[in-house]
C-alpha cells in the first residue's frame, strides 16, 4: 500500500497527469463509431519503468490502441486523477478516485522518456472481432458516465485494469492461466520496489497488517506493470477459431532508460535494522546521560531535545498516522500489530521534545516513562508473537523498536526504582 508517505508524491503525479500529459476532449476516434477495420487496428500494453517519484516506483501501465489506416492512435490511462479540496481527505480514508483518460501517443511517450522511463509495447496477438471489441471498449470506457473508479494500490489500480482488459480479449483464460502461485505476498513485492529508499521501505512495512503477507496468486502479482508484462509474454490461449498462440504477437521498445532494474528478490536489511536500533537508542542513552537533573542546562538538554525531536517527526508523526488508518477504508493497515510500537506515545516523543528544548523538567520525567511504556508494550509483542494470533510479518520493525527503546527507557526504569 502507499499510503501517507506517498501524499507529495501524489501531489507531483497530479501535475505531471493533469498538465504534462496533453489529455484529449472527447474527439470522436474511428474505432468509437465502426468506421475502424479489424485488420487495421493494433492493441497494446505498454508498460513504463519506475521513477524517483514513490507514487511512480512501481512502474506504470496503459493501453494503446492504434489504427493504421487512419493513422491514429489512443493512450489510454488507468492513472489519472483531480485536484481538488477532499484530495487529501480521499486519499488518507481510502477513497481516492481515479479515472481513465486518453492521450496523443507520441507526445506521452515523449513525456515518459524526458523522465527516463523505459517505454515498452507488447502489441496483443488477437483477432479482428477482438480488436474492434477491446477498441470500442476503450473508447467507451473514456465516457464521463463510466472513466471514474475508486483506485485500490494492490487491486484496483493502472496495472489491474488492463489485465483484466488482456482477460476480456482471452475469453476469461488469462485469469484462469494466471491461477498458478506466487513466489511472493504482496509485503515482498513492496519490499522489492522500495527497498532503495529504507526509510520509505521501514514505514511501508510498519504500517500495514498481516493481510499482505498472504500468499498470492500470479492475477494478484498483477498489481504491477512488471508483473503483468512479465506473465503476458507467457501467455498462450486458445482463440475463437480453436487455434492456440501465444497473446504477444510482437514486443518494441520505444525508448530504455539507463535506472537501475527492480530487485528480483527483497533485501530484509536483518542486521542492518538491528544496528539501527542500536545504535540510535545507544545515541539518546548518550544524550539523555548527560543531563543533569539538578542542573538542568541548556547545554545539556538540547541535544537530547532535538534528538527525541527528530525522532517525533520522522516515526512519531508516521506513527500517529498508523493510528488513523484505522479508521479508514485502507483494510490492510488496520488491527496493525505495529502499533504496539508505533502509537500515541511513540507521537507524544515529539511535542515533549519540544517542552525540553525550552525547559521543561516534568516534560523529561513524561518522556521517560514513555519510553518505559514503548518497551513494555513492544516485549509484550513479542511475547504475544508466539501465538497464531499474531502471525504478521513485522520482525524487521520490531528488532528496530525493540533495542531502541530499552535503551530510551533505562532512565525511566531508574526513576520507578527510586520511587519504590
Known sequence: MIRYA??????????????????????????????????????????????????????????????????????????????GPDLLPKFLTGEMRFWVGEANVKRTFDLYQRHNRDIRIQELNISNAKKIEIAKYMADYVLPENRYYIYDHYYDNCSTRPRDVVDLASGGQFRKFAEKKSKFTLREHTQRYAQHNPYIYFLLSAWMNKEIDQPLTLWEDMFLPGELEKNLNDFTYVDEAGVSKPMVLRTYTIFESDREAVPAEPNQFWILTLLAGVILGGLGFVLRRRIDEEKFTKKKRVPYALFTILFGVFLGIPSLASMGFNFTHHTITHWNESLFMMNIFTFLTLPLGFMIFFGSRRALGWLDRSWIILSVLTLLLVVLKITPWFAQENVQVIIFFLPFYLLMGVFGFRLFRKKN
Open 6 to 83: 506517498h501524499f507529495c508524491s501524489i501531489i507531483l503525479v497530479s501535475f505531471f497527469t493533469l498538465f504534462l500529459v496533453p489529455q484529449l476532449t472527447q474527439a470522436a476516434v474511428p474505432w468509437s463509431n465502426g468506421k475502424s477495420a479489424g485488420e487495421d487496428l493494433e492493441v497494446s500494453i505498454i508498460t513504463y519503468s519506475h521513477s524517483e517519484e514513490i507514487a511512480s516506483w512501481f512502474g506504470h501501465t496503459s493501453i494503446l490502441i492504434q489504427d493504421k489506416k487512419y493513422n491514429i492512435g489512443r493512450v489510454y490511462n488507468y492513472g489519472m486523477f483531480h485536484f
